[in-house]
């Protein structure tokens, strides 16, 4: 009875592993169709990245020619190995990494270099016998040291590479002393090859489609305020708009951008301390006030954090009563949608670097408005609803009211940025592309009377709801 | 009348000259001092960091045992230098980290000495001229699609130093092996030297006072929850009591807490990434569930988002009238401080690994004040107040009742993990330290009725600003 049961198990073992052989070619084709279209995606995302893949692969044929030629290589011989290494290791993405690294690299292999050599001396002098001991023992204190020392807050953010070279180099160059009695003239031959693979590095990632590190950071501290100001849009057009279909599906993307601000610190610092190592380019000179536009990221970033405990309002139960809702509305809208005008001239003033004095005269609008919503909500309107019904409209209200005042700022940190860096007294806004103005900010802006939303208060009871979703569409 | 002038000039450059050179011991003095200083506070900060240094002496001394002894120098000659900077470059601070970048470094030089070997054989089929030309041109398409590999995200976090190693083993195989016959020889020899340097970091990592990536997410994941807990209870203390000097300096500490972990999201992420290399140890096995936390550290975030939106009310000008202050004190009071309690239990549970069914109280009474408080505000207690007194408390009630919600749900996250891992069902409480329990949470536990807090409503309009402060000093 058990021979027909195993050769039909048999057949079905079999017929199994026929099938996963028969589906390998499937999985294979998707596995590579996923991976195309991830390098897709990718390379689209940012098409910089091939370049840089480029600039990678030419500088490591370029050393590598080191090795080709008979000359060069009499010179340096197996050495040349190092050059290589250091392109490897060292060529990173923006010009202020690379930089940084290189100098780390070669600044470490120099001092290393060096003290191995001072090390190996004083080693020798003590006997065949004491030389291992005392090699071993300065290696140990050496490496110690300077582990030690990476733990240090400040070293870690900009010495962090050299000190591991540091450590390499001397542990490198006083042990292979040992063996090695010409170590003279091996450090020299691992500084002067670490120096031309660094400098291949150099140039190349200067000189061929540069990405600059201080360009990133300033056009990424742009993009993070025009998030803002898309925020406050959506948020208006969501929040007092009866909802529709087409538009909330954009607004709710631009209500979720900030989330992209709320973690940034880590990398803002990054892309400071890169930039901080390139030398002047284009538009930025060598000492770019660089901790300025830090200073602008974490006011960005305190503001993401108010709206994301407004967005949270959005999303809870406890809606407020419409009767209020449409009270504040029309001052609220103004609000929002003049610091996000405010937000987005000065967008276009940091990315063109010229002056942009009409963000003042929005930020003066909008905190005209939030007095305006102030004494509005100290008359006496109030008396026949009840609290719980106004617990989230003032709540938004209230958040408002501190990004508002977070707005302005982020314009007066961006306006001493202007003042430093000294920006084009050209008007921003003649350079502005066309934006989607409501006719409210075209009112205000032919008055150019910073105090023109005080008129607004009258038509605050009447008829609404819709109006202002009229305005900024 | 030149010369007394110019005699002066040069006593006078002279006289500063002596004065520098006076002051250099001085200056030096100081600066010894100032690192002196730094030193002792990163070894304070955290002890195991010296002990990790001396590792790394230890790891650097062992390796370079190779080349003292003439047998085992023998066997790898020059090589041997590969193992003293696998050490330099894999021994890191965690386990996690070390292995991983171990494990990195060696399945890369495996696959890129291989396909090196592969390469230098194709090459050498071409004939003189041809080599260096295929040579150059595959370490050129490697190089390129590699470093274009690095910019996935997927591979970005966990892969990001192996493939580093392959760009760096490959071009140094494929290249050398042009002046070096024996280039299966040399890849074999990289290959062992590199495999002795990363199983020495392994294991003095492991062995040898080991820190776990994995506990130290755990553990800071309850500090975490701790911190917020603590922002809790102070911003009672400062919101609701009228301030006293000694006090409110604690309290001032206690309401910062919260901003490291605003930007804890990378290093959270690193330490999970690092823990899932590290096998099993202690309570914690191979395949622990690691997202569980960054799950917890996401809603801790977000409370701490809320927490400086609530943080910022406390430093704006407008102050809400006293009597409405007052009037929603005592269940503002409850919730925060049951929502502390519910956080600290949950600390204690995590900690101890054990189940505290203690916090479901806490969050349970936390509710029931929030129910209370709701149906408060919905009372007609109201109508005589202008509503500009009512932004305040309102905003701070509001976003208490979003934190209490926040609380819920990083204590549901926590009841998830205790599942998930099977924490013991001994009681977390017994194994609690002693913490200042107000008499009120002390009431709640007697009668251990979840809704006991209603009973509080009564009171809520009579004599009060000094009652909750003695509730919880």
Redesign the interface.
């Known amino acids: 009875m058990e021979s027909p049961n195993t050769n039909q198990e048999k057949a079905g073992v079999l017929g199994r592993a026929w099938e996963h052989v028969k589906a390998l070619p499937e999985v294979l084709r998707k596995k590579v169709w996923g991976i195309c279209k991830?390098?897709k995606e990718?390379?689209q995302d940012d098409p910089r990245?091939?370049i840089?893949?480029?600039k990678?692969?030419?500088a490591?044929?370029l050393v590598?020619l080191f090795?080709?030629y008979q000359p060069l290589?009499e010179n340096f011989g197996?050495s040349a190995?190092w050059a290589?290494?250091t392109v490897?290791?060292v060529f990173e993405y923006t010009v202020g990494a690379t930089l940084g690294k290189g100098l780390n690299r070669t600044m470490a292999t120099l001092a290393a270099g060096a003290l191995g050599v001072g090390a190996h001396y004083l080693a020798s002098l003590s006997g065949e016998t004491g030389e291992?001991i005392l090699?071993?023992f300065f290696?140990?204190?050496?490496?110690?040291?300077a582990?030690?020392i990476r733990?240090?807050p400040k070293v870690k953010t900009r010495y962090d590479y050299g000190i591991?070279v540091f450590?390499?180099t001397f542990?490198?160059i006083s042990?292979?002393g040992?063996?090695d009695d010409e170590v003279l003239e091996m450090a020299h031959k691992r500084l002067s090859t670490i120096f031309i693979g660094g400098s291949a590095c150099v140039m190349i990632s200067i000189f061929v489609c540069p990405v600059w590190a201080g360009e990133e950071f300033h056009y990424s501290i742009a993009e993070k305020l025009e998030i803002l100001g898309d925020f406050l849009e959506a948020f208006v057009d969501e929040y007092f708009t009866t909802s529709k279909e087409g538009d909330s599906k954009d607004n709710k993307s631009f209500l979720e951008g900030h989330k992209s601000i709320?973690?940034s610190?880590?990398s803002e610092e990054a892309l400071a301390n890169f930039a901080r190592w390139e030398p002047g380019h284009g538009k930025f000179k060598f000492r770019h006030p660089w901790s300025q536009y830090l200073k602008i990221g974490a006011l960005s970033?305190?503001c993401a954090?108010?709206m994301?405990?407004l967005k949270?309002?959005l999303n809870?139960n406890t809606q407020g009563s419409p009767e209020i809702h449409c009270t504040i509305q029309e001052l609220c809208s103004e609000m929002s949608l003049e610091s996000s005008k405010a937000l987005k001239k000065l967008v276009v003033s940091i990315r063109t670097m010229t002056m942009a004095s009409s963000a003042d005269i929005h930020i003066a609008n909008s905190k005209a408005a939030l007095k305006s919503l102030?004494s509005l909500?100290?008359?006496?309107?109030?008396?026949e609803t009840?609290?719980?019904s106004?617990?989230?409209p003032?709540?938004v209200?209230?958040?408002l009211i501190?990004i508002v005042e977070c707005t302005e700022e982020i314009a007066d940190s961006v306006n001493v940025l202007a003042s430093i860096v000294d920006f084009d007294v050209e008007d921003a806004d003649e350079k502005s592309p066309k934006t989607s103005q409501s006719p409210n900010s075209e009112c205000a802006k032919n008055d150019n009377n910073p105090h023109v939303v005080i008129l607004i208060e009258e038509p605050v009871l009447s008829d609404c709801g819709k109006t202002t979703s009229d305005q900024h569409k």
Chains 1, 2 share one sequence.
């Open positions: 991830m390098s990718v390379a990245r091939v840089h893949s480029l990678v692969g030419l490591i044929s590598s090795y080709y290589y197996l190995m290589v290494m490897v290791v291992p090699i071993g290696v140990f204190v050496q490496a110690a040291i582990s030690f733990f240090f591991l450590i390499l542990s490198l042990v292979s040992f063996r709320l973690n610190k880590s970033r305190q954090y108010r994301e405990a949270e309002l809870s102030k909500l100290q008359s006496n309107l109030w008396k009840d609290l719980f106004l617990v989230q003032v709540t209200a209230s958040l501190d």
